[in-house]
């Protein structure tokens, strides 16, 4: 399994960005899908996530903000980012889990990660 970002890039303050994550070896069972992201000198974080029900988690620093969303047929999943602010800026990682999860967006617990994709958001 082996999921590939894309859709990373610069933008002012305010724009708008579309994340795209490709997952390749699609696991025959896979608990949920997610975004997460890790800004220079702190911690990979949880943004987004979606299981396999459809039920959706945000991190409280992008609700309203951000969308998550899937297309099982092509084995894709997005991540919509409008109203980007400056701490926004970061590597965002695509990761897939296949097991239940205490926490979605915990990273620890995460078993298939992406090499990630830049996002800088000037002010």
């Known amino acids: 399994v082996q999921p590939v970002e894309s859709g990373g890039g610069s933008v002012q303050s305010g724009g708008s960005l579309r994340l795209s994550c490709a997952v390749s070896?699609?696991?025959?069972?896979?608990?949920?899908m997610g975004w997460f992201r890790e800004a220079p000198g702190k911690k990979r974080e949880g943004v987004a996530s979606?299981?396999?029900?459809?039920?959706?988690e945000y991190a409280e620093s992008v609700k309203g903000r951000f969308t998550i969303s899937e297309d099982i047929a092509k084995n894709m999943l997005y991540l919509q980012m409008n109203n980007l602010k400056a701490e926004d800026t970061a590597m965002y990682y695509c990761?897939?889990?296949?097991?239940?999860?205490?926490?979605?967006?915990?990273?620890?617990?995460?078993?298939?990660w992406g090499t990630g994709t830049l996002v800088n958001v000037s002010s």
């Open positions: 990761a897939v889990a296949v097991s239940p999860l205490v926490d979605p967006l915990g990273p620890e617990d995460q078993d298939y």
């Open positions: 070896g699609y696991p025959y069972s896979t608990y949920s």
């Open positions: 979606i299981d396999s029900d459809g039920s959706v």
